[in-house]
C-alpha cells in the first residue's frame, strides 16, 4: 500500500479501489458466499452455548486448582475468555471439546481495556475477582449496535453487597474494604448479566444474598449447576428468585456446558428458510420452546424428541407477530433470523424488540435484498415480498451474519456476506455444517 495516496474524508482504506481495481473490502475479504434455492436436508448436533461457556470460564477464577468443562464450542469469544483469564494469571488449554483450567491461588484482579473492548462479557470477572481478592480494575465496556448497554444493575446490585467503585480513566476501581457481604438486590430488569455479576460475587460472600426479578435464562441455571459443582449454595437458579449462601471456600470442578439453543434455533430458521428439512440432535428442545412455537406459527412442521427437534420448512412462510423478551420469551438473539423468514412471509409481521434499545443494522442489509422491511421505535415492520434476490451486504454481528447467511440461502443469485469473522464470534464450522446440510455456501478469505 505504500505510496498510495489516502482518498481525504473517507475511513482509511475505505472503499476506494487499490490494484487492478478491486474494491478494498474485496482485497482483504473474509465473506460468506452463499448460492440460494436448495433445500437444506440431514441432522445436526449441536455444541455447548457461548453465552454459558464465557460465564463457566469466569466462574472458575473462584476455585484455585485445576477444572475441566466438556462441550466447549470453538469459537472467537472463547478464545478471547481465555485471553482474559491468562491475564489473572489461569492456564487455559483446549483439547478437543474440552477446556482444562488452572487458577492460581491469588489471581491478578485486572481486565484491560484492550480484552473488554473485544468482548462485553469480560465485565463478568468484576464479581469473580473481587470475590476472591476483595478488588478488581476492570474496563468499563462502551456501548454496541445494540444501545448504550449500560453496567448500572450489576453496580448497584454489588454496591449494595459491599463494594466501592471509583471509575478512573476509564476504568473501574473496585474494592470491598470490609469482604462482600450478603444483601437483597432486587433488579430493575433481569438482565442476564447483572444476575451472573451477583452471584459470582454472591457464592463466596458473608452471609445470604437474594437476587429478586432475576434472569431465567437455562444458561445461568447452568452456571449456577457449575457453581455448585464447586460447592456453593445455590437455591432457586433459574427463576425469579435466587438465593446465595455464602461459603468460604470452593473447589476445582469438572462440567459439560449447557446446549446452545441459539445455535440449534438457528438452523432450524436455516431448514425453514431453504424450504428444507432438519433435525437439530443433542440440544434441549424446552429451551427453544418459543422459538419453535412461532415456526409452527409461521407454517413449518415441527417434531419434538428429548434431545432433538425436526423443523420442515412451508413453501411460503405465513406473517407472525412476536416480541423478544428474556427467556422464557423469544430470544433477542433470534430476531433477525427470524425476520429474514418473515421477510418472504405471506402477508405482514410486527417484530417488537423489547431486550435492546437497537438492534436494527441488519435490515438495511435485508433490504438491500429486496425485502419490504421499516423499523418504528421498537417495532419492526416486516412486508412479504415473493423473493429475495443475492448481493453484497454488511455482517454487521454476530446474529445479524447468521440471519444475512440464511436469507441467502433462498435468494436469487449470489449472496455475499462481508466480515463474516462476526460468526466466527458465536458459531463454531457454521459454514461446513451448513455445507453438510446441502447448501451451497462457501467460505471466502483473501
Ligand atoms: C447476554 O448479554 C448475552 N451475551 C446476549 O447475547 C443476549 O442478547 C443478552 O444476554 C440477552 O439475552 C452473553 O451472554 C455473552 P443483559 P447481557 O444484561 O448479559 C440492559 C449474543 O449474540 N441492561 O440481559 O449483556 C441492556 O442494555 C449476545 O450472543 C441495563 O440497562 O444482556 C440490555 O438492553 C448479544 N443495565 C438489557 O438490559 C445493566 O446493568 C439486557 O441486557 C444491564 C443490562
Not at 469459537?75 to 492456564?91: F, K, N, S, W, Y
Not at 433470534?334 to 417488537?352: E, F, K, N, R, W
Not at 435484498?369 to 453484497?392: N, Y
Amino acid at each position: 500500500m505504500r505510496g498510495t495516496a489516502r482518498v481525504p474524508g473517507s475511513l482509511p482504506w475505505g472503499n476506494t479501489r487499490f490494484g487492478g481495481g478491486l474494491p478494498y473490502s474485496r482485497l482483504f475479504m473474509d465473506a460468506i458466499r452463499v448460492v440460494g434455492g436448495r433445500p437444506l436436508e440431514g441432522e445436526l448436533a449441536v455444541l455447548g452455548a457461548k453465552n454459558a461457556a464465557l460465564k463457566h470460564m469466569v466462574a472458575s477464577l473462584l476455585a484455585p486448582g485445576t477444572h475441566r468443562l466438556d462441550n466447549v464450542p470453538d469459537i472467537l469469544d472463547v478464545e478471547i475468555m481465555g485471553d482474559v483469564l491468562r491475564h489473572v494469571g489461569a492456564r487455559c488449554e483446549r483439547d478437543g471439546s474440552t477446556l482444562h483450567l488452572e487458577v492460581p491461588e491469588r489471581p491478578v484482579p485486572e481486565a484491560p481495556l484492550e480484552l473488554v473492548r473485544q468482548m462485553r462479557a469480560s465485565i463478568l470477572v468484576l464479581g469473580a475477582l473481587l470475590a476472591r481478592t476483595g478488588e478488581a480494575r476492570v474496563a468499563l465496556p462502551g456501548g454496541d449496535d445494540f444501545g448504550s448497554r449500560p453496567i448500572d444493575f450489576h453496580l448497584d446490585g454489588l454496591q449494595q453487597m459491599g463494594v466501592h467503585f471509583d471509575l478512573v480513566h476509564g476504568v473501574l476501581h473496585a474494592t470491598a474494604p470490609n469482604g462482600i457481604h450478603g444483601a437483597d438486590v432486587f433488579l430493575e430488569f433481569p438482565s442476564v448479566g447483572a444476575t451472573e455479576n451477583l452471584l459470582l460475587a454472591a457464592v463466596l460472600a458473608d452471609g445470604k444474598t437474594t437476587i429478586g426479578n432475576a434472569a431465567r435464562e437455562p444458561e445461568l441455571a447452568d452456571l449456577a449447576a457449575y457453581l455448585s459443582k464447586m460447592g456453593a449454595k445455590i437455591d432457586g437458579a433459574g427463576t425469579s428468585t435466587i438465593e446465595i449462601h455464602g461459603v468460604p471456600g470452593l473447589t476445582a470442578a469438572a462440567h459439560r456446558v449447557v446446549p446452545d439453543r441459539l445455535e440449534a434455533g438457528t438452523f432450524a430458521l436455516a431448514a425453514a428458510m431453504s424450504r428444507g428439512s432438519v433435525t437439530v440432535s443433542e440440544c434441549v428442545p424446552d429451551h427453544s420452546r418459543m422459538e419453535l412455537q412461532k415456526l409452527q406459527a409461521a407454517g413449518c412442521t415441527v417434531a419434538v424428541g428429548d434431545d432433538w427437534f425436526t423443523v420442515t420448512g412451508p413453501d411460503r412462510p405465513l406473517p407472525v407477530d412476536l416480541a423478544t423478551l428474556p427467556f422464557p420469551g423469544f430470544h433477542t438473539d433470534m430476531h433477525p433470523q427470524m425476520v429474514s423468514l418473515l421477510a418472504v412471509a405471506d402477508g405482514t409481521s410486527i417484530v417488537t424488540e423489547n431486550v435492546y434499545t437497537a438492534r436494527f443494522r441488519y435490515i438495511g442489509e435485508l433490504n438491500r435484498m429486496g425485502a419490504d422491511i421499516v423499523a418504528d421505535g421498537q417495532h419492526v415492520v416486516v412486508r412479504g415480498v415473493e423473493g429475495l434476490s443475492g448481493c453484497e451486504v454488511d455482517g454487521c454481528d454476530i446474529r445479524a451474519a447468521a440471519a444475512l447467511t440464511i436469507a441467502g440461502l433462498r435468494a436469487d443469485g449470489e449472496n455475499l456476506v462481508m466480515d463474516a469473522s462476526h460468526i466466527d464470534r458465536g458459531y463454531q464450522d457454521f459454514v461446513p455444517k451448513l455445507q453438510s446440510l446441502g447448501a451451497n455456501v462457501e467460505r471466502l478469505r483473501s
